[in-house]
């Protein structure tokens, strides 16, 4: 593609013959909320209109013609960002792209580093929709937010099974050494995972993934018939 074929993502698309082909409305809400996802997820509520308009590449009129204030356009890159967090499918795809012919303390460490991953950005994106709420005076929330709650808690469904699914068979090559149900297995590493973001008192530093795996295999004790290991 030359220089003159490319678009910014607020702008007109190419079309057949390098001719320009005009973006339709919601076409251009969602190249501006996908250029500027990186930017909100850094910056939050505290973005400027003009940090945005320059990460779309588009006036800040623009930004205002298609989304109406900043504070839409961010809860409207929240929003996204949510969904993308949550995604069944994307979920499924990483888990099955662990090599199941690791040792299943680097299969644990790939989902551990997973999870932790994907819990920063539900809480990141929470937080940012959380101090919108507050921006914006609270009260009774629009139709849309309410169907947006309903749809985001049936997409959390369907990556909870996704989920399940995917570390079932990560553990499957080991499912014989077990010492707990399997459900009791997914619901510790389950544990392990939301307990980096859930801590209170933070009383310690997070431990790394690889020291919680290997903890979850070898557990925290060791056997009074082996020998003392430093």
């Known amino acids: 593609m030359s220089p003159q074929d490319a678009a910014p993502p607020g702008g007109p698309a190419p079309g057949v013959g390098g001719r320009a082909a005009p973006m339709t409305p919601d076409d251009r809400r969602a ?5 500027v996802l990186p930017l909100v997820g850094e910056r939050g509520v505290d973005v400027t209109s003009r940090e945005l308009a320059d990460a779309a590449g588009v006036a800040e009129g623009t930004i205002f013609r298609a989304f109406g204030d900043k504070l839409t356009l961010v809860g409207a890159v929240a929003v996204e960002g949510l969904h993308r967090a949550s995604g069944p499918e994307e979920t499924r795809t990483e888990l099955a792209a662990i090599d199941r012919t690791l040792p299943l303390e680097d299969r644990l460490t790939e989902v551990i580093e997973l999870g932790r991953r994907r819990m920063a950005d539900v809480v990141r994106w929470m937080s940012v929709l959380r101090m919108l709420h507050h921006r914006t005076g609270g009260g009774t929330p ?36 077990l010492r707990v149900p399997l459900d009791v297995a997914i ?3 389950e544990a392990s995972i939301a307990g980096t973001h859930g801590r209170i008192d933070h009383l310690v530093p997070a431990p790394s993934a ?21």
């Open 142 to 177: 629009p139709e849309h937010v309410r169907d947006f709650r309903s749809h985001l808690l049936e997409q959390r469904e369907l990556q909870r099974r996704a989920t399940v699914e995917g570390l079932t068979s990560v553990l499957a090559p080991d499912a014989h050494r």
């Open 210 to 230: 690889s020291v919680v795996a290997d903890a979850l295999v070898h557990g925290i004790a060791q056997d009074r018939t082996e020998e003392p290991q430093p």
């Open 31 to 35: 190249a501006i909320v996908d250029a």
């Open 187 to 189: 619901a510790l590493l």
